[in-house]
Every structure is written in C-alpha cells, then in structure tokens.
C-alpha cells in the first residue's frame, strides 16, 4: 500500500515559528526586514514574494507573542504518511483530537473523564498525536499537563 496524503491547517508552535523564522534567516543570509527592502527595491528575483508573505506573518505572529503572550500563527502542510503512521490514526485518536477542539478541559485526566476513558491510554495517544504535531501538552502548575488541539482541519487526499 502507497503512503497517503494529509493536508493539514494548524496552528503552530512558538518553537516552530522560532525555528522557521532561523531557517529563513540562514537561507537567505539576512533579517527579513532587509529581505523586504531588496525585495521592494527589485534587487531580488519577483519568485521571492512567497517566501517575503510567509516571513513577515511569522514574524508578525512572533512580536504578537512577545507583546501579549498569544502565539496566532496557521500553517498549511500537506505530508506522506506511510501505511505503519496512518494506522496509529485510531478512531478513538481522532475522536480525541476532536474532543479537544470542541471541549474545554483542564488536564489529561480531566479529558480521560470526559471521553470515559483510562487516563494511561488517553495520555499514551496524545503521546502519539504530540509526536504528529496535531497536539501539545500545556505545563500547569505542578505535574498536570493540560493537552491542546493544534489542529482546526485534516484532509485525507486519495489521488
């Protein structure tokens, strides 16, 4: 069996943003607003437009974060999932994800109530969505980790 393609819209982590925003910088061998400046001078190929749009929103998003502490940045990915990764996608990983996005909760043990299951298996399959990137577990105060949603759309593509 072919791998499958998932296009997924979620939001991204500082950490992401962060990273991005470094590889832009060492691609390119400069801040972005320098980039912009050649770019707006037409001292740059016109094929950078793209790369200058998704620069500046993260570096909008990062100064938003510093400012107020809310991270607003969305990306778009479209990826290959083999046969052995598109298995761990469960119904009950996937009902997760949902509960998430549609329920406020506190912790993962207030989430394993919520959908009437074994705290261990709850945590055990964010384990497994955390490492897709489609949630992150929020530190609380203490031990308690409070498990967000960073997914708002996933698209199975067949062809």
């Given at each position: 069996?072919n791998?499958?393609r ?6 991204s982590?500082?950490?992401e ?10 691609e ?7 980039f912009e400046?050649l ?5 740059l190929?016109?094929?950078?437009v793209?790369?200058?749009?998704e620069?500046?929103e993260?570096?909008d998003s ?8 809310e991270?607003?940045y969305t990306?778009e ?6 046969p052995e990764?598109?298995a761990?996608l469960t119904?009950?990983?996937l ?16 989430l394993?109530?919520k ?14 969505l ?13 031990r308690?980790l ?6 708002k759309?996933?698209?199975f593509?067949i062809?």
């Amino acid at each position: 069996m072919n791998a499958i393609r998932l296009r997924t819209i979620r939001e991204s982590t500082l950490e992401e943003v962060e990273e991005r925003i470094k590889s832009l910088e060492k691609e390119f061998g400069m801040s972005s607003e320098k980039f912009e400046e050649l770019l707006l001078k037409q001292k740059l190929d016109p094929k950078f437009v793209k790369a200058d749009f998704e620069w500046d929103e993260l570096v909008d998003s990062y100064k938003g974060y510093i400012e107020d502490g809310e991270l607003d940045y969305t990306a778009e990915e479209t990826r290959d999932f083999r046969p052995e990764q598109t298995a761990m996608l469960t119904a009950k990983r996937l009902e997760l994800l949902y509960r998430l996005a549609v329920l406020r909760v506190e912790s993962i043990n207030d989430l394993a109530q919520k959908v009437k299951r074994n705290v261990k298996n709850v945590y055990q399959d964010l384990e497994v969505l955390k490492r897709f990137g489609f949630v992150k577990l929020n530190k609380r105060r203490g031990r308690a980790l409070t498990p967000e949603t960073l997914v708002k759309e996933i698209t199975f593509l067949i062809r």
